[in-house]
């Protein structure tokens, strides 16, 4: 086939030694590890009209970011909601889905939460009902509560961490689990400071 | 025949049936569809382009006592396609209408497009009745759930008193800050039904508040870091143009005489003659414009996304460089490359705060020295041996020879658009539109539509377009014959499509596996069937007469270049490679 230009062909041309990582950050190539990731807690305050939750979801997923939970609520301003987001990426990916999350028209604020916000979440667990008096014993100790009781099962409420909640389940395992919901994590930030 | 058909045009009687009224006098709002257009000439559109259909015919009826021109599309995704190239070529909100379900899904690819080049597009698309949403009703989509991923913003208006407030805030979001498509859904009750509630002037939303000014510490950090650059290099992309920065832009080039590369959005920012510039970075960018790249040691971007068509391979992207980032839109600071200096705010408005930060020129005249020698070292340039057929290099560079330095340029994708953007010399900014980063093929002709209908009568407008484009959208053409619009249409006709040729030559052992038309249309008598004119070139004697004559013809024409089947795009970075890889030819790949 024809075309072509001249010139020196590219084994003949200088080319620099520098290098960036697949985040586009100048490294050392000798050194550089690859970046970790870690677990951030986004709170975005939206407008509360049909659509955003799909959107934030949307976004989300056309962008590839890890996503570990998301809840939405309303606030106490009827035209706001809250979503809180957990997302496992590394730094960049962190920054960068902020901005994207902040792009979307009806997002109003978003804020990362320092690592010692409150963080909750509340999982219901059914578990089979041969032995309800365990189960209400380990649900005590989880300050959990019996919330159903048949013939059959016995579910129990818990709340707290998502570490919490984990343990949690795996102890019930024991009984017996027929099913089981959990929220996903709520969080706000401590004291006088203002989650978004 | 052509002239026979537009002789027929003008003697025909227009009916009063056909006579769209408009008495220079605003719309008077009755309904959710006189609100709607309302709110469109509040917002100083002028014309737009749609197709009719069932769920929008409330709003198209209320067109009809509007000064608002409409131009009548063939399909919506020519609608959506010279909405905007018509946005590109005048800086002002292109408008495209489209009934619900086929008509929108029909819309979608000239929305995403405009969304990857940051157009201001505004779609407002029909939809059924509220009460029968959800039920999969006749023509029924969902419409925003479908554009949602590509479009800045949209909005399902659901009451007739505030669908002019909608419709009004999709156009001032269209076109404020980082530009970019809106949509809004109006469903079919919401249109009828009736309201007098007037429309105010359109206004962006409260939460959205761009930044159009940097942090000045910020500036005097990325002045200092210039004016101590060794090889500092400006990289112009689309923004520059969007920001109509381009006289900010070359102010800033030419006083500290620093060499600049654009990305192919960019190109007009600066004059490509311009002994500076260094032509369009890329994967079909000049040699010396990637050499550049991948030596500087200070990287000053403005208004670019650093698209992978740009970088190649992220790892080797300007290794050697530290970069500055001037954008409006802080989720593209630092997205593919790493911003070593941001700078967020509007094109224009940050290169003059650098500006005034910056005293001194960076002392970099070995640098400029090694620009021109990468100039002359890797020449643009082509062979005419007279055992080949004509080269499509030559059809382009006739055709800039043969137009003003403000023709506007339009084309589809693929290997068209390389010869045109890189032989065309452009010199002045959206001059040229093309679809860079959906890469649609089939923009070209309706573009040229919607470039004509921005563009004053002095600027030629011509489509360089490729065979395989121009068949993807060609109903267009009976537009712009019955529009009687002023256009010139080349086709760069190898019978290939030629880009996936060229790849299945490189990379696929040569197996042309749909590449291939063994049959294709005589181009030029498919034009006079549409009322156009049409001529068939295949010899380079031949080109100079019907470009002459096709530029004379007051009206739609249309050139078939019988172009060398076998010609390749050169240079090229191979996908994912480092730009100064770029190869010569097709052994270098």
């Known amino acids: 086939m024809s075309g072509g230009l001249e010139g020196p062909p590219p084994e003949e041309r200088a080319s620099p030694d520098g290098r960036r990582n697949s985040q586009g950050i100048r490294i050392d190539p000798e050194v550089e590890a690859e970046p970790e990731s870690r677990r951030a807690v986004l709170s975005a305050l939206v407008q509360h009209e049909p659509g955003v939750l799909a959107n934030v979801s949307g976004l989300f997923r056309r962008r590839q970011f890890n996503i570990e939970s998301l809840t939405v609520g309303p606030t106490t301003d009827g035209d706001r909601a809250r979503i809180t987001l957990e997302i496992d990426e590394p730094e960049p990916g962190i920054e960068q889905a902020k901005k994207q999350l902040q792009k979307l028209v009806p997002v109003i604020a978003v804020t990362e939460l320092e690592p010692d916000a409150i963080r909750r979440e509340l999982a219901l667990i059914k578990v089979d009902g041969s032995a309800p008096d365990q189960v209400g014993a380990v649900a005590e100790m989880y300050d959990g509560k019996t919330v159903d009781v048949s013939r059959e099962s016995v579910t129990v409420e818990i709340t707290g961490s998502e570490q919490k909640i984990d343990a949690a389940v795996e102890t019930f395992g024991r009984f017996g689990i027929h099913e089981i919901v959990r929220t996903g994590t709520a969080a706000l930030e401590r004291g006088t400071r203002k989650t978004t | ?589």
Not at chain 2, 270 to 286: I, Q
Request: net charge negative; charged share 25%; aromatic share 8%.
């Open chain 2, 1 to 589: 025949m052509s002239e026979r058909t537009t002789k027929q045009r003008e003697t025909e009687e227009t009916t009063d049936a056909d006579a769209k009224g408009g008495d220079g006098t605003p719309t008077t709002v009755t309904s959710g569809a006189t609100s709607t257009v309302r709110a469109l000439e509040n917002a100083g559109i002028e014309t737009m382009f749609g197709v009719q259909g069932g769920a929008i015919m409330p709003v198209y009826d209320a067109l009809w006592g509007s000064d608002i021109d409409h131009v009548m599309m063939a399909h919506e995704q020519g609608a959506a396609h010279a909405a905007d190239a018509y946005n590109v070529v005048s800086g002002r909100p292109g408008v495209c209408l489209a009934t619900s379900g086929p008509g929108a899904t029909n819309l979608v690819t000239g929305i995403a497009d405009a969304n990857m080049d940051s157009d201001a597009v505004v779609a407002l698309t029909g939809q059924v009745p509220q009460s029968m949403v959800g039920s999969d009703a006749f023509q029924e989509t969902d419409t925003t759930g479908i554009t949602a991923p590509i479009t800045k913003n949209n909005y399902f208006a659901s009451d007739a008193d505030t669908v002019g407030d909608t419709v009004g805030e999709a156009v001032a979001l269209a076109g404020s800050g980082r530009p970019g498509p809106t949509l809004v859904d109006l469903p079919k009750d919401v249109t009828n039904n009736e309201t007098d509630r007037d429309p105010g002037m359109p206004q962006t939303p409260e939460t959205y508040t761009p930044q159009e000014e940097a942090d000045a510490d910020a500036v005097e950090t990325a002045a200092h870091t210039i004016e101590a650059a060794d090889r500092p290099l400006l990289l112009f992309g689309g923004g520059v143009v969007k920001a109509d920065a381009s006289e900010e832009a070359r102010a800033f080039a030419t006083e500290y005489e620093i060499p600049v590369v654009t990305t192919m959005p960019g190109i007009g920012t600066v004059p490509e003659d311009h002994d500076l510039c260094l032509s369009w970075a890329g994967m079909h960018g000049t040699g010396y414009a990637n050499m550049a790249i991948n030596h500087t040691d200070l990287l000053i971007a403005v208004g670019t996304r650093f698209d992978d068509r740009l970088t190649g391979g992220i790892e080797t992207f300007a290794p050697d460089a530290e970069v500055i980032h001037v954008d409006i839109d802080p989720a593209e600071v630092s997205k593919n490359i790493h911003a070593d200096y941001p700078l967020i705010g509007d094109a224009g408005r940050v290169l003059e705060q650098l500006h005034d930060a910056l005293p001194e020129a960076p002392d970099a005249d070995e640098w400029r020295e090694q620009c021109q020698t990468w100039k002359t070292e890797y020449p643009m340039g082509y062979a005419t041996p007279d055992d080949e057929p004509l080269k499509p290099q030559f059809v382009v560079e006739a055709l800039d020879e043969a137009t003003s330095d403000e023709a506007i340029v339009t084309s589809g994708v693929g290997q068209h658009q390389m010869w045109a953007s890189q032989y065309w010399t452009f010199r002045e900014p959206r001059t040229w539109v093309s679809s860079h980063g959906l890469g649609t093929m089939g923009y070209g002709l309706p573009a040229a539509i919607g470039a004509r209908l921005a563009a004053d009568d002095d600027e030629e407008v011509v489509c360089v377009d490729g065979d395989g484009s121009f068949l993807m959208t060609v109903q267009e053409l009976s537009v712009a014959v019955r529009e009687d619009l002023d256009i010139t249409v080349a086709i760069l006709n190898n019978e290939y499509i030629g880009m996936v040729r060229q790849w299945q030559d490189a990379f696929f052992e040569g197996r042309h596996m749909a590449a291939g038309y063994s049959w294709i249309p005589e181009f030029d008598k498919l034009a006079e069937a549409f009322g156009a004119r049409g001529w068939r070139v295949d010899d380079y004697d031949e080109v100079a007469d019907a470009i002459e004559a096709a530029l004379d013809y007051d009206g739609p024409s249309v050139i078939d270049f019988h172009i060398d089947p076998a010609e390749n795009v050169y240079p090229m970075v191979p996908s994912g490679g480092a730009n100064d890889e770029f190869a010569l030819s097709e052994d270098q790949l």
